[in-house]
């Protein structure tokens, strides 16, 4: 699992959309613990805002990643995009 303030921070505060079919989410990373095994995800949908935590896990290539939804669909930590700092 990756560990490290390092690993942490490239993922701090990133971006993925989720379409469940019926309606959009966006999930941003706030933090996690890969010691605990966890993830937390602040998610927009439909004006509101939650925190949720997650366990995080990994695959046989190492690949971290959480299940999120009603189908426990499968979302890597990899397909989050970084958030750009300040609007040009």
Do not use: P
């Not at 997650?54 to 930590?77: H, P, S, T, V």
């Amino acid at each position: 699992m990756t560990k490290g303030k390092e690993s942490v921070g490239k993922f701090f505060l990133s971006e993925f959309s989720f379409d469940d079919g019926s309606r959009e989410s966006t999930l941003n990373i706030v933090g996690f613990d890969t010691d605990m095994k966890e993830i937390s995800v602040a998610i927009t949908c439909e004006g509101k805002v939650s925190v949720q935590s997650f366990d995080l896990k990994a695959d046989e290539n190492d690949c971290l990643y959480f299940e999120y939804g009603q189908f426990f669909n499968r979302i890597e930590l990899n397909d989050f995009a970084q958030v750009q700092e300040g609007l040009e």
